[in-house]
């Protein structure tokens, strides 16, 4: 009967510890610094990039920034112009046209998605004749 009652307190430890995770686990953060990317630097537009998902570009001469604007789509922005045009890390190619939220998509950089269905032997040797 000892034993039991010993198995039933650590089966009922092990239950409240996974509990206790469940319920008060989350992602631990910390003091995370701004994500900044796709930065570029040109003679006439000083520095552009986004961080933090706006785009927002950057006078060196005067240490203002301007054009202070959220970016269109999620995603991974690998390179700016100024801070009204951006390029997606999936080749989308996004310029702001003025206003206020007039993101308009330009195209793609890419030819599309790389098929993956794979050809059969016949129809390699049908395509190679």
């Excluded at 040109?42 to 301007?66: C, E, K, Q, R």
């Excluded at 890390?89 to 330009?106: F, I, M, Q, R, Y």
Aim: proline residues 5%; negative net charge; contains cysteine.
């Amino acid at each position: 009967m000892q034993r039991a009652k010993a198995f039933f307190f650590v089966c009922a430890g092990l239950f409240l510890l996974a509990l206790g995770y469940h319920l008060g686990a989350t992602n631990a953060h910390g003091q995370s610094g701004a994500v900044i990317e796709g930065v570029n630097w040109t003679t006439s537009n000083g520095l552009s990039a986004v961080v933090n998902g706006i785009a927002l570009g950057f006078d060196p001469n005067s240490g203002a920034f301007y054009a202070e604007t959220p970016v269109p789509a999620p995603g991974h922005v690998i390179e700016t112009s100024g801070s009204d045009r951006l390029v997606y890390e999936n080749g989308d190619v996004w310029v702001h046209e003025g206003s206020p939220g007039a993101w308009v998509l330009k195209g793609n950089l890419g030819s599309g998605p790389t098929p993956a269905a794979m050809k059969s032997w016949g129809q390699v040797k049908v395509d190679h004749r």
